[in-house]
């Protein structure tokens, strides 16, 4: 076989969804951090619905992201591969079929304008037949349903910080 004829993997681009929130980059990075529980949209977005009593980000690297229940049940999203605050933090994603990965970036325009970008990428990992299969949202990788989330998600965090003040959090 020659190097023309060698056929390569198709690349599985990553998820890019970014908003832009009038806020400074520290107020937006710590609303996501510390009230992710109270405007992260549980239903559908999480595994268990109606019974998670709240979410946890634990500040630090190897920390876990996870929800926990009503009953004490706790399920984990994932860990912090990156942790620099205010500015990103990349975590391990492992709601999906096999681990992704996802990083949020905090950049600051202006004193009180941020752009959040959040990237889920790594979907080389899973097949053609979990790339399909639906998520939360209907559509999975390939029909869109991830890429609808993270719009769903990103405007539920704008909507966050823009009613919230930085005195709020300290």
């Given at each position: ?51 998670v ?48 990965e ?40 390939v029909?869109?349903?991830f ?21 709020e959090?300290?």
């Amino acid at each position: 076989m020659t190097d023309t004829a060698r056929v390569l993997p198709l690349r599985r681009p990553p998820i890019r969804r970014s908003t832009l929130v009038r806020s400074s980059a520290d107020h937006t990075f710590r609303v996501f951090v510390d009230t992710i529980g109270t405007w992260w949209p549980l239903q559908p977005y999480s595994a268990g619905k109606e019974r998670v009593d709240e979410v946890t980000v634990e500040p630090r690297v190897d920390g876990r992201v996870f929800e926990t229940w009503h009953d004490g049940t706790e399920v984990e999203w994932g860990r912090l591969l990156a942790w620099e605050p205010p500015h990103r933090l990349v975590m391990s994603w492992t709601p999906t079929p096999a681990p992704t990965e996802v990083e949020l970036t905090f950049a600051a325009l202006a004193p009180a304008l941020t752009r959040v970008t959040v990237e889920h990428r790594g979907w080389e990992s899973l097949s053609e037949e979990q790339l399909a299969r639906d998520c939360a949202t209907p559509g999975g990788y390939v029909g869109g349903g991830f890429t609808r989330g993270w719009t769903t998600i990103l405007g539920r965090l704008t909507a966050a910080v823009e009613q919230t003040t930085p005195e709020e959090h300290r």
